[in-house]
């Protein structure tokens, strides 16, 4: 009630935010997307022409007419014998021999298949909800295979992701909930930070720029007083060095100077072009 009462007397003041800072939430990525997933690749390039992998295996389809191995190409035998095809060539990449079947490097391979063959029905078709929770559920798994093969084995996951062209992406450690009140507080100091540096910026610049007229006084006055101390046969305290040493900031303020100058011609000449 409190709040209520006192966000009302602040609106009927005319009291309102100083700092114009919008706010846009970030594009939801869907979690079966190579951004989040890792795979750096979609589906390898297999002919729909190939025939299934059970029937490649026989010797009367070598000698078989082009209209049979038609009938048992991917083509005519559908997704699911294609999908099958996709995980034989990805386990191909890694395996050890021919009867490796379920080492970490073959498991992940085979899941590999598997989450591209389902990336590409999600893309085709985003709201198969079955398709969507399997997919998911198919890259926890590998990211803990991942893990796994990352700990005990680092040579082996490095290989292992350059040949699958995979990118790792780990489960945070700790579950942060993205809040306007939040994304709000951080852009307002990233603003209040520019303006800041700015004004800073615009200061030292200011101190630059008045640089070049104190030295040349301060030489002047260096000069006097050497001059007043050697025609007194005072006790000499501005040494040639310290004139040296001023002559040679001078110098250097005034190269610095011309090339800031002729920035600032160029810079003019563009937007006088431009305009």
């Known amino acids: 009630m409190f709040r209520r009462l006192s966000f009302?007397?602040?609106?009927?003041?005319?009291?309102?935010?100083?700092?114009?800072?919008?706010?846009?939430?970030?594009?939801?990525?869907?979690?079966?997307?190579?951004?989040?997933?890792?795979?750096?690749?979609?589906?390898?390039?297999i002919p729909t022409s190939a025939l299934g992998q059970y029937y490649a295996l026989s010797e009367e389809m070598k000698n078989a007419s082009e209209a049979v191995k038609k009938l048992f190409s991917v083509a005519h035998?559908?997704?699911?014998?294609?999908?099958?095809?996709?995980?034989?060539?990805?386990?191909?990449?890694?395996?050890?021999?021919?009867?490796?079947?379920?080492?970490?490097?073959?498991?992940i391979a085979r899941l590999t298949g598997h989450i591209r063959c389902?990336?590409?029905?999600?893309?085709?078709?985003?709201?198969?909800?079955?398709?969507?929770?399997?997919?998911?559920?198919?890259?926890?798994?590998?990211?803990?295979l991942l893990k796994f093969l990352?700990?005990?084995?680092?040579?082996?996951?490095?290989?292992?992701?350059?040949?699958?062209?995979?990118?790792?992406?780990?489960?945070?450690?700790?579950y942060h909930k993205l809040s306007r009140k939040e994304s709000l507080r951080k852009l307002t100091e990233m603003h209040c930070d520019d303006i800041k540096n700015?004004?800073?910026?615009?200061?030292?610049?200011?101190?630059?720029?008045?640089?070049?007229?104190?030295?040349?006084?301060?030489?002047?006055?260096?000069n006097f007083i050497r001059n007043e101390q050697i025609e007194l046969q005072l006790p000499i305290t501005v040494t040639e060095q310290d004139i040296k040493k001023v002559?040679?900031?001078?110098?250097?303020?005034?190269?610095k100077d011309e090339i800031k100058q002729q920035a600032k011609k160029k810079k003019r000449n563009v937007l006088i072009e431009t305009e």
């Open 8 to 45: 009302s007397l602040i609106q009927s003041r005319g009291i309102k935010h100083q700092v114009n800072i919008k706010w846009v939430r970030p594009e939801y990525v869907p979690a079966y997307k190579a951004e989040r997933s890792g795979d750096l690749e979609a589906l390898p390039n």
């Open 77 to 107: 035998l559908g997704k699911k014998e294609y999908n099958q095809l996709v995980k034989t060539h990805m386990i191909s990449k890694v395996k050890r021999h021919q009867y490796d079947e379920n080492t970490a490097e073959t498991r």
């Open 118 to 144: 389902l990336q590409d029905t999600m893309e085709k078709f985003p709201k198969n909800v079955k398709a969507k929770q399997t997919v998911q559920e198919l890259i926890d798994k590998r990211k803990k």
């Open 150 to 174: 990352r700990q005990y084995d680092y040579k082996k996951f490095e290989w292992l992701l350059e040949k699958l062209n995979l990118e790792y992406k780990g489960h945070p450690e700790t």
């Open 198 to 222: 700015k004004k800073l910026a615009d200061y030292r610049n200011l101190l630059e720029s008045q640089q070049g007229p104190f030295l040349r006084k301060k030489l002047e006055a260096l």
């Open 247 to 255: 002559e040679q900031q001078l110098e250097e303020w005034t190269i």
